[in-house]
């Protein structure tokens, strides 16, 4: 098969059975995988930085995250990969790190030679490919046995941000920063991965030499989302309808918009600005769970990807009885969508992005009746206020996360106007075009604005009178007006 080490012949009933008696590693085997990486953190804690000074001062290793497929619990029988990730005291912000890290990976290297003798392990040094980029790693292979594959160990010094000894430093610290892959490789301790053999990119190399293939993580988050969605993170699932699900996932890989907030959420103004914005790129997208600025969607050759897919799905191992059994995976979560109107409380539910508009309008009608048109708008924070159409879903809108939408009922000939304070807030309101200022002024006023007199609004920069009528200005439907405080 392209993506998965299970053959194309093996039936879909049976696919359980095949991964435990050929895919899942050996108990004596994975111990000893298990004793190997124990080691070597305990030589990295103990023995690594011990009497010496880097960067002219003692080291600490603050802490150690494991991941790879060893941490993620992906290990398949006789192959596995293990990633420790080394918090140091030597390095005291991204830049540092950034600076520095070079010469610490050459350092680790050098003491990993000499005291490679008390591991009990043959372990080779890993040459690095000739290129300009400052190395992330250190990588090198740890021999168990003779007649055993090598296990790869990659090894990432890295700037504990999240610590509590960094000043405070919060989520918003991440934007901006270079990809904290360091992070990444954390989450897998923490989001477990419960289809054990996500597909893997890799194998089609050879097949497309010169594409640029999705990394190995994006399918492996794929699959986790895939998981979590599927079956609501049961750990009790049929493998041929994740499978499926998966592979059906990447065929429609042009709607793909994901994302976690385990390590940033929306409650930070310039992370949620942020984040939004990578939402509404070209999708798919898939946001690292660690590090908003790496987006594992972009800029590769997914459509090959979905290809191959398509071919999976004809194999023997995919052919569920019953199809329609397969898993349910949307290619974006649902958005948690705040519905206010003037003089109500405000309605949260849950909304599918890709669900036409019309069919929240009824939900909308359903909750609180209209007896006139329902008009719906929302505003990106420094944007301008937006109607959205019937015909169209959020996603269009490029909304895949919270929102706030105005409803406000109109009656023809009735037109919806914009007013926009001097804090980039805007607020919608019915009007008959044969209205003056002034009524639009006391409707500003009703609504708990500015009063009446101390109203100063404008549209295309001239300074709108009293006694006009919206239709005189030729105020149309859905135009902004500007709103200041007469000082």
């Not at 293939?213 to 994740?242: C, H, M, R, V």
């Not at 600025?293 to 979905?306: E, P, Q």
């Not at 309101?429 to 003056?436: D, G, K, L, R, V």
Request: aromatic share 10%.
């Amino acid at each position: 098969m392209a993506f998965f080490e299970v053959p194309s012949y093996t039936p879909a009933d049976t696919l359980s059975v095949f991964v435990e008696q050929n895919l899942q590693p050996d108990p004596d085997w994975k111990e000893e995988v298990k004793d190997a990486w124990q080691r070597i953190e305990r030589f990295f804690r103990e023995r690594c930085f011990r009497d010496e000074l880097v960067l002219d001062q003692e080291v600490r290793v603050l802490k150690v995250v494991k991941g790879g497929s060893s941490g993620k619990g992906t290990t398949l029988n006789y192959s596995s990969d293990v990633d420790l990730v080394l918090f140091l005291s030597c390095f005291s912000s991204f830049q540092d790190q950034a600076d520095h890290r070079e010469f610490v990976i050459n350092f680790i290297k050098k003491r990993l030679t000499k005291y490679s003798r008390s591991l009990a392990y043959s372990i080779t040094m890993v040459p690095r490919k000739e290129t300009t980029r400052v190395p992330r790693s250190l990588s090198f292979q740890v021999q168990l046995r003779k007649n055993s594959k090598a296990i790869g160990v990659d090894v990432l010094p890295a700037y504990d941000a999240l610590s509590k000894d960094n000043n405070g430093l919060g989520p918003e610290k991440l934007v901006g920063a270079s990809h904290i892959y360091f992070l990444s490789l954390s989450l897998s301790l923490s989001l477990s991965l419960c289809l054990p053999f996500p597909p893997n990119p890799q194998k089609l190399k050879p097949k497309y030499r010169n594409a640029a293939l999705p990394p190995k993580y994006a399918l492996e988050l794929l699959t986790i989302y895939a998981w979590e969605i599927g079956t609501n993170q049961s750990d009790n699932f049929s493998l041929d309808e994740g499978y499926r699900a998966v592979m059906e996932l990447l065929i429609n890989y042009q709607n793909i918009c994901i994302y976690w907030t385990k390590y940033y959420d929306f409650q930070n103004e310039t992370v949620r600005i942020y984040v939004k914005q990578r939402l509404k790129e070209r999708r798919p997208v898939i946001l690292d769970p660690a590090d908003p600025t790496n987006n594992l969607g972009s800029k590769k050759r997914w459509d090959l990807v979905a290809r191959e897919a398509v071919r999976e799905l004809e194999q023997a191992c995919f052919r569920t009885e019953d199809p329609n059994q397969a898993w349910y995976i949307q290619p974006a979560r649902d958005v948690q969508v705040t519905v206010k109107k003037s003089g109500e409380e405000a309605w949260t539910f849950s909304v599918n992005p890709y669900s036409p508009i019309w069919k929240m309008k009824i939900e909308i009608r359903r909750i609180w009746g209209f007896d006139g048109q329902q008009r719906l708008s929302f505003q990106e924070p420094g944007g301008e206020r937006q109607m959205l159409s019937s015909r169209k879903t959020l996603a269009d809108y490029g909304i895949f996360s919270k929102v706030n939408i105005r409803v406000l009922e109109t009656f023809p000939p009735e037109i919806q106007v914009f007013v926009k304070d001097s804090k980039g807030h805007s607020k919608p309101f019915a009007i008959h075009p044969e209205n003056s200022i002034r009524d639009l002024k006391e409707k500003i006023e009703e609504a708990g604005g500015l009063s009446v007199v101390d109203q100063i609004l404008k549209f295309q920069s001239r300074t709108l009178r009293n006694h006009r009528s919206l239709s005189d200005l030729q105020i149309k439907d859905c135009d902004t007006i500007l709103l200041t405080r007469r000082t």
